[in-house]
């Protein structure tokens, strides 16, 4: 079964340059959602899409932004970055085709700030 | 091996033990609750969820219970192999759509 795609799956950036992650959700799921989770720590909610408008926002900076596409691919536009960024950053997508509780997450991309 | 009572953020079992893995939640109005399984490097994968008018819920070798009273999930896994070894997450939700709040996570060792 298709899953959910995230490209890169590692990035290396240095501080202040820009970063852009991208997510392919699940065929037909139309929520993408986007967790940040640092080293040992459990995921942290970033920010959420339903049928490209934004639909739930958690503890993104104001350095960050995302939207989707008419596609229903997301994307991350980090800038300004910090070594604080240092992360794994996931995006999960859910669909009416299942049920719209079930998140279903990526592999990931790990952000390196140097 | 099991974790009773508290989150323990470790748990150390040998392979045929059966493992329980509890968390505690935090909003009396989440509906919804979820178990995810991480392994290293890897996006967290799910294994069972329950909702809320459950106490309990079976997979294939796991169990999740519910106790709302005491705002209480956990996960046991009978038969623990190797390839259980992973951080397990419970993770919440209160509407369809929204963000699944994670709790923290337990990182389980089987040994052989």
């Known amino acids: 079964a298709a899953g959910v795609i995230q490209s890169p799956r590692h990035l290396i950036k240095e501080k202040r340059e820009t970063a852009t992650l991208k997510c392919y959700p699940i065929?037909?799921?139309?929520?993408v959602y986007w967790y940040q989770q640092g080293p040992g720590q459990d995921p942290q909610f970033l920010i959420s899409?339903?049928?490209?408008?934004?639909?739930d926002k958690g503890s993104i900076p104001d350095r960050f932004s995302a939207q989707q596409f008419s596609d229903y691919h997301s994307e991350l536009n980090m800038s300004s970055l910090e070594l604080g960024d240092s992360a794994l950053y996931f995006c999960?997508?859910?669909?009416?085709?299942?049920?719209?509780?079930?998140?279903?997450f990526g592999p990931g991309t790990r952000l390196t700030v140097t | 091996g099991e974790s009773v009572g508290l989150h323990l953020p470790t748990l150390s079992v040998q392979e045929g033990d059966n493992s329980i893995i509890n968390c505690a939640y935090s909003?009396?109005?989440?509906?919804?609750f979820i178990w995810y399984k991480q392994e290293s490097g890897k996006g967290p994968q799910f294994i069972i969820d329950i909702r809320s008018n459950m106490d309990k819920r079976q997979g294939q070798r796991v169990t999740v219970l519910l106790n709302k009273t005491v705002k209480h999930l956990s996960l046991q896994i009978a038969a623990t192999q190797p390839g259980d070894s992973a951080v397990y997450f419970c993770a919440e939700n209160d509407q369809a759509g929204t963000a699944l709040i994670f709790g923290k996570g337990t990182t389980l060792s089987v040994s052989s």
């Open positions: 999960a997508s859910s669909g009416r085709d299942r049920d719209l509780y079930e998140q279903y």
């Open positions: 065929p037909r799921h139309d929520t």
């Open positions: 909003n009396s109005a989440s509906d919804y």
């Open positions: 899409f339903y049928e490209k408008m934004q639909s």
